[in-house]
T-cell receptor, first 111, second 117 residues
Framework: RKEVEQDPGPFNVPEGATVAFNCTYS??????FFWYRQDCRKEPKLLMS???SGNEDGRFTAQLNRASQYISLLIRDSKLSDSATYLC????????????FGTGTSLTVIP | NAGVTQTPKFRILKIGQSMTLQCTQD?????MYWYRQDPGMGLKLIYY???????DKGEVPNGYNVSRSTTEDFPLRLELAAPSQTSVYFC????????????????FGEGSWLTVV
């Protein structure tokens, strides 16, 4: 079973739309959770950490559901510049501080 | 801010050749990682290190070797390159929990594009 599962998409949405991505993880002992953004032919870059109480950064809202073992990312009022691949990641410090990544969800925002 | 630096950025290898991908970080992170990323396949962990002198296998270690003689450097060696090793390689580092600062996030280098022909 994969450590992290993520719908690969692609998601094609018009500007201004709201789009949500979900990710599930298999290890209930995972401690830290993140969303990364990856542009074409670039490295992944941290978008936001995900906290148990949920957290918001401008148009982006991340949530964690430990009971169901999933994390989500909501993007409101999508911009053309949001077009990228979004990867969820989970971390377990008990296994050498390894980070496990989903395969990524491709988002294209259409004018 | 240098962060994680990888070299080379692009390389073409012939089957059977060997090479080393260099990686260095200037953030004094204990943890370092090598991932490969194939199209549509996500990031797969090759090797990781929890500190100088300590390395361990990840999900896909076959055909690769690493060393960690210093905190800063974590080179990845490809022995006897094969077409299946054509990929994008990312080196990364993280601080670890309980160390304050920006928290336990992972930072990536810009990637090394390797083609084996």
């Amino acid at each position: 079973r994969k450590e992290v599962e993520q719908d690969p998409g692609p998601f094609n949405v018009p500007e201004g739309a709201t789009v949500a991505f979900n990710c599930t993880y298999s290890n209930s002992a995972s401690q830290s959770f993140f969303w990364y953004r990856q542009d074409c032919r670039k490295e992944p870059k941290l978008l936001m950490s995900v906290y148990s109480s949920g957290n918001e950064d401008g148009r982006f809202t991340a949530q964690l559901n430990r009971a169901s073992q999933y994390i989500s990312l909501l993007i409101r009022d999508s911009k053309l510049s949001d077009s990228a691949t979004y990867l969820c990641a989970v971390n377990n410090v008990n296994t050498g501080n390894q980070f496990y990544f989903g395969t990524g969800t491709s988002l294209t925002v259409i004018p | 801010n240098a962060g994680v630096t990888q070299t080379p950025k692009f390389r073409i290898l012939k089957i059977g050749q060997s090479m080393t991908l260099q990686c260095t970080q200037d953030m004094n992170h204990n943890y370092m990682y090598w991932y490969r990323q194939d199209p549509g396949m996500g990031l797969k962990l090759i090797y990781y290190s929890v500190g100088a002198g300590i390395t361990d296998k990840g999900e896909v270690p076959n055909g690769y070797n690493v060393s960690r003689s210093t905190t800063e450097d974590f080179p990845l060696r490809l022995e006897l390159a094969a077409p299946s090793q054509t990929s994008v390689y990312f080196c990364a580092s993280s601080q670890g929990l309980g160390r304050g600062g920006s928290g336990n996030t992972i930072y990536f280098g810009e990637g090394s594009w390797l083609t084996v022909v």
